[in-house]
């Protein structure tokens, strides 16, 4: 398997729509590969039934055990640029020389219907999206340290040392834009990082600007809009 360092010049929609006030929240959550992302949104998604998870495109090939339309919509290269081509990506980005992309309508059709969704995706695509939707949450997942996302890594047993050694370049680009994101949770244990994730969650469906979003009704009865 190959590996090309990460590209830090984000490609940006032909279309983008600057404001999106629905009544749905949208969590993004990214993180360097081999901090626990996958896994953490999995066990959020099982403890939350309100959230929906959305499926991203990828010109990657599946592993392990994935399967079509569950972790990713996999597709070819030319199918992927023709979608970007007719504009039916909300974000895309290059990571580890495949392409990602999350798809347009799939997000404002389940935001405007109320629906709270969440977004597995790398930085530069998170970015995108709060660019796009400044009412996103944008949550960042830490490794504790570098030595231990490395052992990680290792454990997985997904990737060849080359591979590895890209990842691990990369995740120090990646660390540093946890500055831009809203919340940042350090992945030390993971029963504590998944309590800080649900936290964030129920938080922001408490604030004023959500809570106004999603009881419209309420707040127009006490004159509130």
């Given amino acids: ?18 404001q999106m006030d629905y009544p749905g929240n949208l969590f993004v ?7 626990g992302k996958s896994s953490l949104v999995k066990a959020l998604l099982e403890l939350d039934s309100r959230l929906q998870v959305s499926v991203s495109h990828t010109t990657r090939v599946p592993r392990g055990q994935e399967q079509q339309g569950r972790e990713y ?13 007719h504009g039916d ?35 530069q695509g998170a970015l ?12 960042f997942i830490l490794p504790p340290s570098y ?8 454990r997985r047993g997904e990737d060849t040392p080359e591979v590895i050694e890209v990842r691990m ?28 994730l649900k936290t964030i969650v129920h938080a922001q469906r408490l604030k004023y600007a ?7 009704v309420v707040f127009r009865a006490l004159n509130l809009v």
């Fill in 1 to 18: 398997m190959s590996a090309e360092p990460i590209s830090q010049t984000p490609s940006v929609p032909n279309s983008p729509q600057t």
């Fill in 29 to 35: 959550v990214s993180a360097p590969s081999g901090t």
């Fill in 73 to 85: 919509h996999f597709t070819s290269k030319d199918e992927f640029a023709a979608m970007i081509e």
């Fill in 89 to 123: 990506f909300f974000e895309h980005a290059e990571v580890h020389g495949n392409h990602y992309g999350t798809s347009r309508h799939a997000i404002e059709d389940r935001i405007k219907g109320g629906e709270d969704v969440v977004l597995e995706i790398d930085w």
């Fill in 128 to 139: 995108q999206i709060k660019k796009i939707f400044p009412n996103a949450i944008l949550i």
């Fill in 147 to 154: 030595e231990e996302l490395l052992q990680r890594l290792n």
């Fill in 169 to 196: 370049a990369n995740a120090r680009i990646e660390v540093g834009q946890a500055q831009f994101f809203d919340f940042v949770v350090v992945n030390a244990l993971f029963e504590s990082a998944l309590f800080d």
């Fill in 210 to 216: 959500a809570q106004r979003r999603n009881k419209s």
